[in-house]
């Protein structure tokens, strides 16, 4: 996966938002975008499609225009025969007609970022002077609807939102969203805390959430959640039980190239961050960077090592492993200090509580399928 910044403006500022540089207008030069895919073939890293994922910022604060160019030098950068797959997350408050048109002629797929009903999304999503950003993630929600764009929703669960299930589920069915995944509030990047983080019932009270939310959805058959398919997929896969790692954690299995082209890899949410003790997590310049040369850099050693260690200590430790392959090392280093650390409370949310409730649930339905009464 190659995540671009395109830029690292935003046109609105939710207040746990982990990035660094939103008011920075400036735009990645399309040099740099022919640069990363050539970065990518060149050492061997990307296969036969590459998902490019248009993260910012917000990704849509750049012109369509500046996107089919970028598309195009994409396209040309790309050995014969590869297929790049656009992707993008966005607010959804720019979202237009004319946007729709460019997301199908170009099979863009598309995230919008709404955290269930007015009432929680506006508490955190605002523009710079404190409005609340709701009414506008609508109108480009429903634009998207209205001309048949498929999407799924990311809805960020906040400790408002822990007793509020009903009303989530309630608000993405009116709407007609049918795929919903649920982030948590993380301490991350330059947010330092989470309404989560407060309360030590915080696991249960995020469980009791997400079991209301797929009871709820399995009655209606209209809502896909995420975080059970995921865990699905992953225990019917082939792989399971032997994978070593996951994409956060397994070296450039995702690369982020930043506005000014340097590379960074693991938890996309480093880009742009430095660490006291592990210093800068970018790694070179994807027009001027060698893997060799990133491989032999002291930097890129004692990172990956920590990374590495804190893999190894979460196989040996803990009984989710197989499920959650290790964690992220953006979590472990906001949260632990270093990346060698297991346990987080974004792990302790997003996979044990996860974990806890979606497989008995999976366990009913199979012995119900198995034993009809
Ligand atoms: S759930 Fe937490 S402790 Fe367990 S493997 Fe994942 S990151 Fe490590």
């Not at 671009?4 to 403006?9: D, I, R, V």
């Not at 660094?20 to 050539?38: C, L, N, Q, S, Y």
């Not at 001027?288 to 260690?309: C, F, H, N, Q, Y």
């Amino acid at each position: 996966m190659l995540v671009l910044q395109g830029t690292p403006f935003c046109n609105i500022a939710c207040d746990y938002c982990y990035l660094p540089g939103r008011d920075d207008k400036r735009r990645m030069d399309h040099d740099t975008v022919g640069a990363a895919i050539e970065f990518l073939y060149r050492e061997g890293l990307a296969g036969d499609t590459l998902d490019m994922v248009w993260h910012a910022g917000e990704p849509l604060a750049l012109p369509r225009a500046w996107y089919e160019r970028a598309f195009a030098t994409a396209a040309a950068a790309a050995p014969h025969g590869v297929r790049l797959q656009h992707c993008v997350q966005t607010n959804a408050t720019l979202i237009d007609a004319e946007w729709c048109d460019f997301f199908l002629s170009h099979d863009v797929r598309v995230g919008v970022s709404l955290d269930g009903p007015a009432r929680l999304h506006d508490a955190r999503r605002r523009t710079r002077r404190g409005v609340g950003t709701h009414a506008a993630a609508m109108k480009g929600v429903r634009a998207l609807r209205r001309h048949g764009v498929p999407f799924h929703a990311i809805c960020v669960v906040t400790r408002e939102a822990l007793d509020s299930a009903d009303d989530v589920v309630d608000f993405f069915l009116a709407e007609g969203v049918g795929d919903v995944g649920f982030n948590i509030e993380e301490v991350e990047g330059i947010n330092c805390t989470s309404s989560l983080a407060a309360g030590a019932d915080t696991p249960v009270r995020f469980a009791r959430f997400l079991d209301r939310v797929l009871e709820r959805a399995e009655a209606s058959g209209q809502l896909t959640v995420r975080e059970e398919r995921n865990l699905r997929d992953m225990l019917q896969s082939s792989d399971f039980g032997q994978l070593p790692g996951n994409d956060q954690n397994t070296p450039f299995s995702i690369v982020t190239v930043a506005r000014d082209g340097t590379l960074s890899t693991f938890s996309p949410e480093l880009a742009g961050l430095s660490h006291p003790r592990l210093g800068s997590f970018a790694l070179g310049n994807v027009k001027s960077a060698t893997l060799a040369g990133i491989l032999a850099d002291p930097r890129w050693v004692a990172l990956s090592e920590e990374v590495a260690e804190g893999v190894r200590a979460c196989a040996a430790r803990c009984p989710y492993f197989r499920l959650c392959l290790g964690g992220a090392p953006s979590n472990k280093l906001a949260e632990l200090g270093t990346a060698a650390g297991t346990e987080t409370l974004f792990c302790r949310l997003t996979q044990v509580a996860v974990a806890e409730v979606v497989l008995p649930r999976l366990e009913a339905r199979l012995k119900a399928a198995t034993h009809p009464v």
